[in-house]
């Protein structure tokens, strides 16, 4: 079994920055892709970001050139460096791990962006 521990969601005004971490933990054979999904109140879950094992991005247009997905060297680890934030990005943001063939969900950190 494979557990994802978030961190570093807060309350933060427009323009300002956050940076979200996902660890993984377990017995982890694999990770193929890990990548950062968020849920704004009433509205779906969506895609935010991507990264591959071989280190390609994907990132939705709304956060191109203001979001950086990376990991760390192990591997394990996959951070969202968000900058000049908008009341938009606020939502709970959840990272989501393809890893031994199986899919992850981290619990959700929320994220608060006062205008």
């Known amino acids: 079994q494979v557990q994802l521990v978030e961190s570093g969601g807060g309350l933060v005004q427009a323009g300002g920055s956050l940076r979200l971490s996902c660890a993984a933990s377990?017995?982890?054979?694999?990770?193929?892709?890990m990548g950062w999904y968020r849920q704004a109140p009433g509205k779906q879950r969506e895609f935010v970001a991507s990264i591959t094992s071989g280190g390609s991005t994907n990132y939705v247009d709304s956060v191109k050139e203001r979001f950086t997905i990376s990991r760390d060297n192990a591997g394990n680890t996959v951070y969202l460096q968000m900058n000049s934030l908008k009341s938009e990005d606020t939502a709970v943001y959840y990272c989501?791990?393809?890893?031994?063939?199986?899919?992850?969900w981290g619990q959700g950190t929320q994220v608060t962006v006062s205008s």
């Open positions: 989501r791990f393809i890893a031994n063939a199986h899919l992850y």
């Open positions: 377990g017995k982890i054979f694999s990770i193929n892709s």
